[in-house]
């Protein structure tokens, strides 16, 4: 039978009635689709969908499990690769991972891969997840820090091998990222706190309110642990550095989504924090994090969201997905443009932003073609609210604070590809060692570091 050439569709929200909630946009497959989609798999012998992936999930095999309608395996296939299933299966970049290398592209869409991976997280969430077997006590301790991916990853593996795992996190809620920046909408985070409520279940106990480098500081933590993991992440908000920045009414967009999702904004008056959003919403930036605050705007009333971002579509760093969702959604895409300077009232009140075309020129470092403004082509916008979304840059708390450990140019932890740092016993991964990347580094980084914690302590 000839093979389908497209992935079999997951339901979704109309985009004029999501505009106007937080709710998930894709419903997700229901088990007769997913066995439906993993029937396209073709069983390829030399697994190229494995090689994308940054955590080594056996995809062909849970795959396989699922066309057989053995649900049950095809989890437990799965777990042995990823503590975070629901999550990866919601925002990770398949696109240029798995499902970029599977063979089925070669005639039309690729297995819906991310899509399964979603079908059998939500399916054992909602039967009863399955607590795997811990090995012996090693007597080992380990610190990891920081509660995102990585930090999670790490710390459930560790975990898994014997070890006494304590993680700190310095805000009041676990996740990272996962909870106080990618929106409601894209990752509930019931899913989120499933997922690291199993993450306890292994073991590991997470400490909350506690800032390593301010509350604790790394040395300390040197005397009461035999190794530590810092995965402090990428939440130094970049500055466009243009005039008007500091007017009543720019944020970051860290702080914007921050203040939706962690803090629930959206939920007012139930919950009390403040967000201006007005009538027009500019955000800056075209890659996932600029999708996120446009496309939130739109849901907490703006009439017009435009995403301004210097390049083409071409170049725009977010997901397929999440370009698409938006423009479905009414988001506005003013492309090769730049803006040049905010405007403000005598209060300090951004009024509007002036901005000026581009073009491209020449592929730059990044290998992108580099913009270049078309002079004389300015013109002004009059927006209520700016959202700066061009990048984040490594937490410097702990490369500040802590001596010896080398640091990079860019503020990130230096350290080999095992997560080793400049300091015996002190490992690194993900966007802190990085710099701003996606969820599944990060917890590949996570994956590697433990493998390498595992075997710096059976050397102690
Ligand atoms: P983080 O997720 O940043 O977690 C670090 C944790 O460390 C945080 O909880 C922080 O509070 C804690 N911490 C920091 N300093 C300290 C300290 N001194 N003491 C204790 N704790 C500390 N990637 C994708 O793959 N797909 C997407 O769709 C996607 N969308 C994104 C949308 C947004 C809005 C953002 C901001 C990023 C997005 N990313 C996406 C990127 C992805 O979320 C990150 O690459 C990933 O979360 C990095 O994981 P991490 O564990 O290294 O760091």
Redesign the pocket.
């Known amino acids: 039978m000839a093979v389908r050439k497209t992935k079999y569709p997951m339901r979704e929200q109309e985009p004029q009635k999501r505009i106007k909630n937080f709710n998930e946009v894709p419903y997700g497959y229901d088990e007769s689709t997913a066995i439906e989609e993993a029937k396209r798999c073709l069983q390829c012998k030399n697994k190229p969908c494995i090689e994308g992936c940054p955590v080594e999930i056996d995809i062909p095999d849970f795959i396989k499990h699922v066309a057989q309608g053995e649900i049950d395996k095809a989890v437990e296939v799965l777990k042995t690769k990823t503590s975070l299933p629901a999550v990866?299966g919601?925002?990770?970049?398949y696109e240029n991972q798995c499902e970029g290398n599977c063979t089925l592209k070669k005639i039309g869409e690729p297995v819906g891969i991310g899509r399964l991976e979603r079908f059998l997280a939500d399916y054992e969430r909602k039967k009863g997840v399955v607590i795997p077997k811990i090995a012996k006590s090693t007597g080992k301790k380990v610190a990891v820090?920081?509660?995102?991916?990585?930090?999670?990853?790490c710390a459930g593996d560790l975990a898994k091998m014997g070890h006494k795992v304590t993680l700190?996190?310095?805000?009041h809620d676990?996740?990272?990222?996962?909870?106080?920046?990618?929106?409601e909408f894209?990752?509930p985070k019931e899913i989120v706190k499933a997922e690291v409520d199993y993450i306890s279940k292994l073991g590991v106990d997470i400490n909350y309110d506690?800032?390593?480098?301010?509350?604790i500081f790394v040395d300390e933590l040197l005397k009461d642990f035999d190794a530590i993991f810092i995965?402090?992440?990428?939440?130094l908000p970049r500055w466009l550095r243009i005039p008007g920045e500091n007017y009543d009414g720019v944020y970051s967009?860290?702080e914007f989504?921050t203040r939706v999702n962690m803090m629930k904004a959206y939920k007012f008056p139930e919950y009390d924090t403040p967000i201006k959003i007005g009538k027009v919403v500019a955000t800056f930036g075209a890659?996932?994090?600029a999708?996120?605050?446009a496309r939130t705007s739109l849901r907490l009333g703006a009439e017009k969201s435009y995403i301004i971002y210097r390049r083409s579509e071409k170049e725009m760093p977010?997901?397929e997905e999440?370009i698409e969702h938006a423009k479905e959604e009414g988001v506005i895409f003013e492309l090769l443009t730049n803006p040049v300077r905010f405007i403000g009232n005598e209060k300090g009140i951004l009024t509007e932003v002036e901005c000026i075309r581009m073009k491209l020129g020449e592929p730059d470092d990044s290998g992108r073609r580099r913009p270049i403004p078309i002079e004389g082509s300015e013109f002004k916008i009059k927006i209520d609210t700016a959202m700066v979304?061009i990048g984040?840059s490594p937490?410097p708390?702990?490369p500040k604070s802590v001596k010896g450990l080398k640091i990079g140019k860019k503020g990130n932890i230096v350290t080999d590809e095992n997560g080793q740092t400049s300091i015996p016993g002190i490992f690194a991964?993900?966007?802190?060692?990085?710099g701003?990347?996606?969820?599944?580094?990060?917890?590949g980084?996570?994956k590697k570091a433990a493998k390498a914690i595992d075997k710096y302590l059976k050397n102690q």
Do not use: F, H, S, W
């Open positions: 990866c919601r925002v990770c970049p820090v920081g509660a995102g991916p990585a930090g999670l990853t700190y996190e310095a805000l676990p996740g990272g990222v996962l909870m106080y920046g990618i929106p894209r990752l506690v800032v390593i480098g301010k509350t995965g402090t992440g990428a939440g967009a860290n989504l890659g996932n994090v999708m996120d605050c977010a997901r999440e979304a984040q937490n708390l702990i991964g993900g966007d802190i060692a990085t701003a990347a996606t969820v599944i580094l990060a917890m980084a996570g």
